[in-house]
């Protein structure tokens, strides 16, 4: 019965004793350059064990929090902000306080879960052994499994740099349902096979789209590095009016600054194919670039935050876990401040981890 695993046993014994090296062992669920990606059960797996065991039990009680709007269940009464809808006003508080008021209600305990995920080529980038693109797949992964656990239904909308959307798959439950996503953006995560077939961003057409195709009030993930040309802005905000919209933004270290001492390189724009000679060891070139990068994410936190919109901040070297239960924590300590509560500080956020909760 064991007679496969006493043969490799010999097998790698003699190769040692032979001073042969030995091929490193496979990592499940990390493709390489030249590795082909699992397929879905084998990358439901992988996240199972290492991401969500590491997750069980320490997000109790964030169900109700995380989520409020369209249920039946009074929460809270608040003050009147630029983004809520006006059909929230309680015009009895209003007429008594003389100032608007709105209400906040318990989200039903059975929400629809989208995802709108953007898979074009600047998403495929990644200067470590994770790219965006699957960090992306990773993140779609685990938010499903987690609100599918609870009996919500979850849904699909990816793009992949077509005018329209690669595929739609319809908001539904159980376990088969969340195989199929996961085999969705799978195959979608493969590199297309010619340079015909290059995937460019067209973030504001795709948030229009999804705002036809999403009908009832539901939990909305966009997913994407957000590197896209101008205008997604508003239909951000009109998703957001209507919709729980959080912004799950994509990022690698390199994007934010340059490497030292990296000498005259030839760079390629993923998208465009636009090539342009650079020299590395220039500090005033690194200087201007990291300049450009500031004054990117600055104006990127300020259109989330005008959109009333939260951002989860997602970086390739970073575990996945302590991303989620940071954002986790600033979004019920956000919920708490807005009700006029008081709550513990959090254990030495930094900067960036500070300005992504736009509640």
Not at 142 to 155: A, E, F
Request: proline content about 5%.
């Amino acid at each position: 019965m064991f007679s496969w695993l006493r043969k490799k046993r010999t097998e790698a014994t003699a190769a040692v004793a032979s001073g042969q090296p030995q091929a490193p062992a496979p990592v499940l669920g990390v493709p390489g350059a030249d590795t082909p990606w699992p397929n879905a059960a084998q990358w439901l797996q992988r996240l199972e064990w290492t991401v969500l065991k590491r997750l069980d039990g320490q997000l109790q009680g964030d169900y109700r929090s995380l989520f409020r709007g369209s249920g039946l269940v009074l929460a809270d009464l608040r003050e009147y902000q630029a983004h809520d809808d006006v059909r929230h006003i309680d015009w009895n508080v209003t007429a008594r306080m003389q100032t608007p008021y709105v209400r906040e209600h318990q989200e039903d305990r059975e929400i629809a879960a989208w995802f709108v995920v953007d898979l074009s080529a600047s998403v495929a980038f990644g200067s470590g052994q994770t790219s965006k693109r699957q960090l992306a797949c990773s993140v779609v992964t685990v938010l499903s499994k987690m609100l599918s656990q609870h009996g919500n239904r979850v849904g699909l909308m990816l793009f992949t740099g077509q005018d329209r959307a690669h595929c739609v798959v319809p908001a539904r439950s159980g376990r088969r349902h969340l195989l199929h996503i996961v085999h969705q953006m799978l195959q979608a995560g493969q590199a297309p096979a010619h340079a015909s077939e290059v995937q460019t961003s067209a973030l504001g057409p795709w948030l229009a789209q999804a705002q036809s195709v999403l009908k009832r009030r539901s939990a909305v993930f966009v997913v994407s590095d957000f590197i896209s040309p101008t205008g997604w802005e508003k239909p951000l905000a009109q998703l957001a009016r209507r919709h729980e919209v959080v912004a799950v933004r994509l990022r690698d270290p390199l994007e934010m600054a340059w490497p030292d001492n990296t000498g005259m390189l030839l760079v390629q724009d993923a998208e465009s194919g636009e090539q342009l000679l650079v020299d590395g060891n220039d500090a005033a070139f690194r200087q201007r670039f990291a300049q450009q990068a500031q004054d990117r994410e600055a104006a990127l936190l300020e259109s989330l935050s005008q959109a009333g919109v939260d951002c989860l901040e997602l970086n390739t070297d970073e575990a996945l876990d302590q991303a989620l239960l940071r954002f986790a924590q600033l979004r019920k300590r956000a919920s708490q401040l807005s009700t006029g509560g008081r709550t513990a500080p959090m254990a030495n956020p930094s900067p960036a981890q500070t300005r992504s909760a736009h509640a």
